[in-house]
């Protein structure tokens, strides 16, 4: 039985305790939080589980094996580092943490302790991604062109990071899982218009063989669109995540190019076959991500949305920031 102490029970944090609790192999011991009011929903909630405003207890207690650390970003370094100086797994919200240097000297003393660290990066548990990958992985879509995402809404406003930081996160994490290749330059343009924070971006990432990956998020967009363009030579592909049923769409359309001797033009030919909806996992993607990380603890293996992960993540965003910074500027890694 893994036992965990969770910290921080705002928008997230029920969420982790929940699916925790209804994990065959997982228990929740303690949940800390600083708001007297989050600390009396968890009372009303799980009144089984001991509840404080102090993350030391949690920390230094000698009964929990593994911490989730489910609180705003900035403060996800001090409190990872004190669970695995305490010698705790650690299990970390999106993103990993503010800064490469920060993500690196967790990454370290994780594995100088032998402690695991898991990213929660949701989205890759997902039935969608994990089709998605199958599709990359047995060849379905040919050689990949292109990946675009968008992810507006309006709101939620953050007050300490920008959109991109709040939420990109996602679509890098899903990028950098279906792409397995790592970019070579990355472009970001945005601009703030109500907090001093970007509330709309745009991002550009140039990989190795001709790929290239868009992003665009945005707080001030009047509907939510959460839909991704996928583009191979063989077939496209479209996810939209806010679709109840089909959400990903497999398209049999592309181009074909020949270069006729002779002649100086390129002949196009269109390609229009049939669009078909696969057969997704309906799971609850948390649950699942949770599950894995039990069962990596027990059987000693590193999650694949491990630190490292999380760092390849953390790097975009930072090399995001800078180019921002430089009014979409050439940044190379």
């Known amino acids: 039985m893994i036992k965990f102490g969770v910290i921080g029970y705002g928008y997230w944090g029920p969420n982790v305790v929940r699916n925790l609790q209804s994990i065959a192999g997982a228990e929740v011991l303690s949940v800390c939080d600083k708001s007297s009011a989050a600390r009396r929903r968890i009372h009303r909630t799980f009144p089984g589980i001991y509840v404080t405003a102090d993350a030391s207890e949690v920390m230094s207690s000698p009964e929990i094996d593994a911490v989730a650390v489910v609180t705003p970003v900035w403060t996800h370094f001090e409190l990872a580092k004190a669970a695995l100086e305490n010698g705790k797994h650690v299990f970390v919200e999106k993103p990993f943490t503010s800064s490469v240097a920060q993500a690196e000297e967790l990454i370290e003393l994780a594995a100088q302790k032998n402690l695991k660290i898991m990213v929660d990066h949701t989205f890759l548990f997902t039935g969608a991604v994990k089709k998605i990958k199958q599709l990359l992985q047995d060849g379905s879509l040919g050689k990949l062109y292109y990946y675009d995402s968008t992810r507006v809404n309006l709101g939620l406003f953050q007050h300490d990071v920008n959109v991109i930081w709040d939420l990109a996160p996602h679509d890098l994490s899903i990028m950098d899982h279906l792409i397995q290749q790592s970019p070579e330059a990355l472009v970001a343009t945005g601009q703030t218009h109500l907090n001093g924070f970007e509330d709309v971006a745009f991002i550009t990432l140039y990989f190795p063989d001709k790929i290239i990956a868009h992003i665009n998020v945005n707080w001030l967009s009047p509907v939510k669109v959460r839909t991704t363009l996928i583009g191979g030579e063989k077939k496209m592909l479209v996810w939209n995540d806010l679709e109840a049923d089909e959400k990903v769409k497999i398209y049999d359309k592309g181009v074909n190019i020949k270069n006729q001797e002779g002649l100086y033009e390129l002949l196009v030919n269109y390609r229009s076959g049939d669009m078909w909806a696969p057969q ?38 930072e090399a995001a920031n800078e180019s921002l910074s430089k009014r979409g500027a050439l940044v190379y890694f």
């Open 280 to 317: 997704l996992e309906q799971v609850e993607a948390l649950r699942q991500e949770l599950s894995y990380f039990v069962d990596c603890i027990s059987s000693d293996r590193d999650p694949f949305n491990d630190g490292m992960a999380g760092l390849k993540v953390v790097k975009m965003l």
